[in-house]
């Protein structure tokens, strides 16, 4: 008898297990990542105050400092939305990759320079925040409609 990709052990067909233990190791590396992301920024903003160059008239600073925030939000969103919808449906998971794209796009409009940047760049950027918004949304929508919600309070997917 052939072996089959059907519930092979512990209830789990041989690609959910593959599916598993890669989740774990992209969680395990994202976890990395974001701890290294959030050590550099505290020692960053730490040598700012050291050296009293955190100064709220340059804006290059905050920037900056922004944009290592925003790099660790984005880990974080990543990492929760690789454990939060490894057992969810296809539209949670896109809504996740969704909300990350999002946040990556503000993160470009905050650490950009206006000063190098050209207007149809800028165009092109709002454009994408726009778009990942609309999508979002309509994701997010769809998303409700199929949700029942009972008077007892239980919730009911159709």
Known sequence: MRPSWKKIVSGKSAYEQFEHAIMLLLTGAIVVL???????LVVAVAELVWNDRMNPANPAIFQSVFGMFFTVVIGLEFKHSLVVTSSQESVVRARSIILIGMLATVRKFIVIDLGAV??????????AILALGVVYWLVRDQDRRTLVVRPTGAIEHH
Do not use: C, K, R
Not at 34 to 40: E, K, R
Not at 118 to 127: D, M, N, S
């Open 34 to 40: 974001v701890a290294l992301a959030a050590l550099h």
């Open 118 to 127: 050209h207007a149809i760049e800028l165009l092109a950027i709002a454009g």
